[in-house]
């Protein structure tokens, strides 16, 4: 590896054992064994690597959230069974979610870092839409992205806040599907098409 890729590899680290917030650039030298110069080099700024390593993490975890799903695209059954995958991720030692919360409160703090993060959350919407689809994310619309991929963004944002606020009275996916299942419920009692 070079240093650009140790440099990711020791901010991964970091990010982990510190957060955003507490890591400086020493910390992430000391970690990748690279120097202070490298960082501006490859990255422009240490929050600039940090946002990077960060966006590579979550990545990373679309393995796990693809995992084995089952049911048809669309149904009930790949909704809970998706977010069941989801949902383990945040249960898992040494989970990155609490990570995501930091980031997510001091997002006004670092514009530089947000916006990056902001598009990186789009194609998370667009991976979402893909995911409960069964579409692959290069067929998935514009406007589903702006659509479906903002309620399942939107559902995933509140997952994490309450399993790291709470984890103990966090919903599991089959809570979350029974809701979801209420929902199409009341909106076809109304007579208005789910």
Not at 126 to 155: H, N, Q
Request: net charge negative; charged share 25%; glycine share 12%.
């Amino acid at each position: 590896m070079g240093h650009r890729e140790d440099l990711l590899e020791g901010a991964k680290r970091c990010l982990l054992a510190k957060g955003f917030v507490r890591t400086t650039a020493r910390d992430i030298v000391h970690e990748s064994g690279t120097n202070l110069g490298s960082i501006g080099y490859h990255y422009g700024s240490k929050d600039a690597l940090l946002a990077q390593a960060y966006v590579a993490m979550v990545e990373n975890m679309s393995e796990d959230f693809d995992g084995e799903i089952r049911g048809e695209p669309g149904s009930l059954e790949r909704f809970a069974s998706a977010w069941s995958n989801i949902i383990g991720t945040m249960r898992a030692p040494g989970s990155m979610w609490r990570l995501s919360m930091e980031i997510v409160a001091m997002g006004d703090q670092l514009p530089e870092v947000r916006d990056h993060l902001a598009r990186a959350q789009r194609e998370g919407s667009r991976g979402f839409v893909a995911m409960f689809s069964g579409v692959p994310e290069e067929d998935v619309t514009e406007e589903a992205v702006d659509t479906l991929g903002s309620f399942y963004t939107t559902l995933m944002m509140g997952l994490m806040a309450q399993w790291t606020f709470d984890p103990k009275s966090a919903p599991e996916a089959g809570q979350l599907t029974d809701g979801l299942r209420q929902v199409i419920r009341g909106v076809t009692a109304t007579g208005e098409t789910p």
